[in-house]
T-cell receptor, first 114, second 109 residues
Framework: IAGITQAPTSQILAAGRRMTLRCTQD?????MYWYRQDLGLGLRLIHY???????GKGEVPDGYSVSRANTDDFPLTLASAVPSQTSVYFC?????????????FGPGTRLTVL | GQNIDQPTEMTATEGAIVQINCTYQ??????LFWYQQHAGEAPTFLSY????GLEEKGRFSSFLSRSKGYSYLLLKELQMKDSASYLC??????????FGKGTKLSVIP
């Protein structure tokens, strides 16, 4: 079944640790995105990638890095986690980064930083 | 920057009709999306409007007025399974989606 998968489903992490959230899509979509969702703040864009080999910063990029080595995978890394990064993280993809392209979301990763 | 406003919570009765409003201020408007998100789940696409007017899709309809910076999502014949958060999202000149904070809809018997 085509779609987006994320791993892990949930994680509790000590502050200062490094963590990589994984995202894989099998729809051959060119564009991919990482959002965080916090109560009362809605979904906010962290980083995006228009196509393999390119990445860009979203609204809240500080403390996060991404890479896009191929079309299918778009990992998000927290180099040194802090409690304010406790959130639900959603990966999404769209066929292109175009004005009519619907974004499809993965199931999310619930991250708690202590 | 962009500003998107929608009510925080709404309650409606099963079988009724409910309208969820969204107002926005942005430059370089390229369309407005509505997503549905059940608690603990991922957002799922409901509708996309880029031209003024009403788009109907089964029990759900979405309306857009670009001149007024206004959209609404209309849900007819409400069912208990429609209890969810509804997210308004604007696509602006940078082709990045900006989401509103969402409207939590509770459908009661």
């Amino acid at each position: 079944i085509a779609g987006i998968t994320q791993a892990p489903t949930s994680q509790i992490l000590a502050a200062g640790r490094r963590m990589t959230l994984r995202c894989t899509q099998d729809m051959r979509h060119n564009a991919m995105y990482w959002y965080r969702q916090d109560l009362g703040l809605g979904l906010r864009l962290i980083h995006y990638s228009n196509t393999a080999g390119t990445t860009g910063k979203g609204e809240v990029p500080d403390g996060y890095s991404v890479s896009r080595a191929n079309t299918d995978d778009f990992p998000l890394t927290l180099a040194s986690a802090v409690p304010s990064q406790t959130s639900v993280y959603f990966c999404a993809s769209s066929e292109t980064k175009g004005h009519t392209d619907t974004q499809y979301f993965g199931p999310g990763t619930r991250l708690t930083v202590l | 920057g962009q500003n998107i406003d929608q009510p925080t919570e709404m309650t409606a009765t099963e079988g009724a009709i409910v309208q969820i409003n969204c107002t926005y201020q942005t430059s370089g408007f390229n369309g407005l999306f509505w997503y549905q998100q059940h608690a603990g789940e991922a957002p799922t696409f409901l509708s996309y409007n880029v031209l003024d007017g009403l788009e109907e899709k089964g029990r759900f309809s979405s309306f857009l007025s670009r001149s007024k910076g206004y959209s609404y999502l209309l849900l007819k014949e409400l069912q208990m399974k429609d209890s969810a958060s509804y997210l308004c999202a604007v696509l602006a000149g940078s082709y990045q989606l900006t989401f509103g904070k969402g409207t939590k809809l509770s459908v009661i018997p």
